[in-house]
């Protein structure tokens, strides 16, 4: 197999998502101790995992009913069982990412790109149940496990990677290691039974812990499915961290049938949830930039740029990625630079100084000056371009292309820098996505419906995993689906 480089192995720990049930709780205090966080150094440390997780998560997203909903769940789930003895503190954080986690102190969290793949109430009880179970339960991460993690970090950072290729802050490394790491299979199995109970005594559906884990595990399959075409790459993320969960969803599925079989009927509150999710920014935002079909626009920095056919296109907020044949891999970002830099001295003196340059060039685009400079990297033949579009903004890419493909596409690698540039008006009114509910009028398949809303592939596909169905699933008249829309600007 072709090794391809450090940097495109983070290129796939970036772009495919953690998924929730996964997650995470930071050593804030002996294991011993389940009570309420007290102490001054326990405070301090959960302050301090707080901040790391809304950096590294997009801090709080702010919408105030959304909140209270989610906080009047976890009201409800914290009334029973052992969660009764613990105080919960929700942040819902502005990421488009499915996760969820929990600080040991109470503190939970859970992404809107969670709460965009949920289909009903009782969903997002599971979800959270699981996290709070986990609190509860006591499974807190060994101070070994942390130093071991903070020891890691500090090599990457001072390390050449990170300032060629860029890791994005410290706290998005530890977003992505041990500090928010799995939890070991027996307490994952322990928090789903846990949750499987909480759901029942609560008077929700048990079975929707079942339906979370199948839902995620078939959104990870997806994006490792992606991944796997582009790069020909071993499945990474969730599903390669946690290989039993289809057994888990069997496991809990078995436990919620046996309580449903001796209780009464239990909620899923499908309206009510459907409706306070309507309107939820899906994806990234305006800042971050958007990705359709194959080109790039970012409307504050006010550029775009397009790859090929052939390429994909992956945008994780800091960074975008296109993935191309041959493995062929782009990185794209952009930062402040000296105002008084320009792009060949930004290119030569800061940026890509210590490395050994051919081929160094200057070049204007679309009026812009940029500059250009072959390099070999991490085993890789790199192209280094830089393009200033005003003092002090300087716009990267890295294009890294393995030796033995030679000059195959040469022709697409420049491509790409030269369809930088400033927007039109035509792109200054592409806007962000969001979800938005409608009602089934007529029985049909989910098929039938994604035909009528004239969704291309890709979209159908994206179409069934937001609603956790299948082409061929029925539908009945009146049934709320969920569908992605991009907000106009007009």
């Known amino acids: 197999m072709i090794r391809t480089g450090a940097w495109v192995q983070a290129a796939l720990s970036a772009v495919l998502p953690v998924l929730a049930l996964s997650a995470c709780s930071f050593d804030l205090g002996p294991s011993s101790d389940r009570g309420p966080a007290s102490s001054p150094a326990v405070e301090r440390s959960a302050i301090s995992a707080h901040e790391r997780i809304l950096q590294s998560h997009g801090g709080v997203y702010a919408d105030v009913e959304l909140a209270k909903y989610v906080d009047g769940v976890i ?33 939970v969290y859970v992404t809107r790109g969670m709460l965009a793949h949920l289909n009903n109430e009782a969903e997002l009880a599971a979800v959270l149940a699981h996290e709070m179970a986990h609190v509860s339960a006591g499974h807190i991460a060994s101070r070994r496990s942390v130093a071991s993690d903070i020891a890691l970090l500090d090599s990457l950072v001072d390390s050449l ?52 884990l199948t839902a995620m595990n078939a959104y990870t399959k997806h994006r490792a499915s992606q991944m796997d075409t582009a790069l020909w ?70 550029v775009r740029f397009q790859v090929p056919e052939s390429f994909q296109l992956f945008n994780t907020g800091d960074v975008v990625w296109a993935l191309g044949p041959d493995k062929v891999i782009v990185k794209y970002d952009h930062l402040p630079i000296d105002g008084e830099a320009d792009a060949l001295t930004y290119l030569t003196t800061d940026w890509a100084g210590s490395l050994a340059l051919r081929d160094v060039r200057q070049f204007n685009v679309s009026g812009l000056p940029g500059a ?119």
């Open 161 to 212: 990677v990170d300032g060629l290729v860029g890791l994005e802050g410290r706290a998005g490394l530890l977003s992505r290691t041990g500090l928010l790491a799995g939890y070991s299979r027996l307490q994952e199995n322990d928090a789903d039974r846990l949750a499987v109970g909480y759901l029942d005594e609560a008077g929700y559906d048990p079975l929707a812990v079942s339906n979370v």
């Open 372 to 490: 250009s400079a072959w390099m070999r990297f991490q085993g890789l033949n790199t192209l280094a371009a830089v393009i200033v579009t005003r003092p002090g903004r300087a716009h990267r890419f890295l294009i890294g292309v393995p030796p033995q493909v030679g000059e195959r596409h040469a022709e697409d690698i420049h491509g790409i820098i030269d369809s930088f540039g400033l927007i039109d008006g035509r792109d200054a009114q592409v806007g962000p996505l969001k979800i938005s509910v409608m009602e089934v009028s007529f029985a049909a398949q989910m098929g039938d419906v994604a035909q009528q809303l004239q969704l291309d592939a890709a979209q159908s596909e994206m179409f069934y995993l937001i609603n956790g169905s299948k082409a061929d699933d029925p539908v009945a008249p009146g049934f709320l689906i969920k569908r992605i829309e991009e907000v106009s600007r007009r």
């Open 75 to 107: 009201d409800r789930l914290a009334q029973h069982g052992d969660l009764s003895t613990r105080t919960y503190q929700l942040t819902i954080l502005n990421s488009p990412l499915a996760n969820a986690m929990a600080l040991s102190d109470g503190r």
């Open 233 to 302: 790459a071993d499945p990474a993320g969730w599903v390669a961290n946690h290989p039993d969960t289809q057994d888990r969803a069997r496991r809990t599925a078995e436990l919620a049938h046996a309580l449903r079989l001796s209780a009464q009927p239990k909620q899923q509150a499908r309206g009510r949830y459907m409706a306070t999710i309507d309107g939820l920014l899906f994806g990234m935002q305006d800042e971050q930039g958007f990705v359709r079909g194959h080109r790039f626009l970012n409307i504050v920095e006010g």
